[in-house]
């Protein structure tokens, strides 16, 4: 799923735009967990150590391991543990996960409390469908759910009115997808800011890929050799419709423009999507 020429044009627009604006760094943490990953033998006991020294982050990581949300079968004491329980990969992607907390620490204000309760619910709906669907690892499905949005917090740094445009596209959400208001009045929207944020942290490209089309209207689910792009933005697609139920919000205007051929791609029934947004509910973060 490669940038076609609009969208090429969109992501040149939206780094034109946040000129000047900081898109956070990737952690230099994050740097070397990578660096030791790509290695052609990974010192496993070593990415344990790098965790580790970040207190916070090693709290956060074990939290989150031991949440019923994943529902280990009995408890990881240590990152050392979690490492080798979960696998290096695994492991990675929650602590990338964790760490976007860290990089939009000193943005506040009403809507980036809204944005982070969202970004929660997003990582655990998508969490829940790569579980229920069987088609990405669960740890993979959380780091792309608490992604998904993240040009919210770059697209507020740049615009002082954004959250009154974030409110409008959000009215309309059921007529037109947001992303189209945001370009109307910004020239630019969060897709393609996210897909800066995540380019920069060296994401896979199917993550970027998803993050920039997840509010497309566009049916990619019945190619006979999708990308494998399209499965991640297929999660992103099932995962925002359950937060909008348990938002009590209508279904979006992309989702009712290719959800249905969403679930014929994943293989969930109506009933399957019933017992989803049953089960977010009951994880529904505090």
């Given amino acids: ?32 967990i990578l660096e030791e990953q790509n290695r052609p033998e990974p010192n496993l006991d070593r990415i344990a150590h790098l965790v580790s020294e970040d207190v916070a ?5 074990l939290k ?39 990089a939009f620490r000193g943005t506040k204000g009403a809507l980036m409390e ?15 469908v790569a579980r229920k669907s069987r088609v990405l690892p669960q740890e ?18 740049r615009f002082p009115e954004y959250a ?13 997808p947001s992303t ?3 370009r109307e009045r910004l020239r630019t929207d969060h897709a393609a800011a996210g897909f800066l944020l995540a380019r920069a942290w060296k994401l896979p490209s199917e993550f970027c890929q998803a993050i920039l089309r997840h509010h497309d209207p566009i049916d990619y689910y019945q190619a006979e050799k999708p990308e494998s792009a399209v499965t991640y933005l297929a999660v992103l697609m099932v995962a925002q419709h359950l937060v909008r139920q348990l938002l009590q919000r209508p279904p979006s205007a992309e989702w009712q423009a290719v959800g249905a051929s969403v679930q014929r791609f994943l293989g969930l029934s109506d009933e ?5 947004a049953q089960s977010l509910k009951q994880l529904r973060p505090n």
């Fill in 64 to 102: 989150l391991v031991n949440s019923p949300l994943f529902g280990l079968s009995r408890p990881v004491m240590d990152i050392g543990h979690a490492v080798r329980m979960l696998g290096l990969r695994n492991i990675v992607n929650l602590v990338t996960a964790l760490l976007l907390h860290q």
């Fill in 114 to 128: 809204r944005f982070w309760r969202q970004a929660e619910w997003m990582a655990h709906a998508a969490t829940l």
């Fill in 140 to 157: 993979e499905a959380y780091t792309l759910g608490l992604f998904c949005d993240c040009g919210i917090p770059l697209l507020l740094r």
């Fill in 57 to 61: 982050l090693a709290a956060s990581t």
């Fill in 180 to 182: 189209e208001v945001e």
């Fill in 164 to 176: 009154g445009v974030f409110e409008a596209a959000e009215r309309e959400a059921e007529m037109r």
């Fill in 272 to 276: 399957a999507l019933i017992l989803l």
């Fill in 1 to 32: 799923m490669e940038l076609d020429t609009q969208r090429a044009l969109d992501v040149a627009q939206t780094e034109e735009i946040l000129r000047g604006v900081l898109i956070p760094p990737r952690p230099a943490l994050l740097v070397e």
